[in-house]
Nanobody, 127 residues
Framework: QVQLVESGGGLVQAGGSLRLSCADSGRTISNYAMGWFRQAPGKEREFVAAITWSGGRTYIADSVKARFTISRDNTKNTVYLQMNSLKPEDTAVYYC????????????????????WGPGTQVTVSS
């Protein structure tokens, strides 16, 4: 069973950087496409980034494309979200998600496409 746990969130000033990590304590993530979403208070959960099982393809939301990067290390069962030039509007709870793809090139991007979620990590960007 997939057991995702996010880490790396915190309080940062505008213009700063954070790197979020998401690890699966249950088993290897190499069978999963992985994604990052975020949810600000009073708003719907929104897509941030996704990556295929191999890391060969990624997709980043337009709102963060120039500033965020998604990557993964399957040997460490971990996926990362590097966030640079953070803005106050990036403040949200960030969630890691997994979709079983059995090594297909499928790159999910919708909330409903993902079957497993972590509990989330808070990112707060002060102005």
């Amino acid at each position: 069973q997939v057991q995702l746990v996010e880490s790396g969130g915190g309080l940062v000033q505008a213009g700063g950087s954070l790197r979020l990590s998401c690890a699966d304590s249950g088993r290897t993530i190499s069978n999963y496409a992985m994604g990052w979403f975020r949810q600000a208070p009073g708003k719907e959960r929104e897509f941030v980034a996704a990556i295929t099982w191999s890391g060969g393809r990624t997709y980043i939301a337009d709102s963060v494309k120039a500033r965020f990067t998604i990557s993964r290390d399957n040997t460490k069962n971990t996926v990362y979200l590097q966030m640079n030039s953070l803005k106050p509007e990036d403040t949200a709870v960030y969630y890691c998600a997994a979709r079983t793809v059995y090594r297909s090139s499928y790159l999910p991007r919708q909330v409903a496409d993902f079957g497993s979620w972590g509990p989330g990590t808070q990112v707060t960007v002060s102005s």
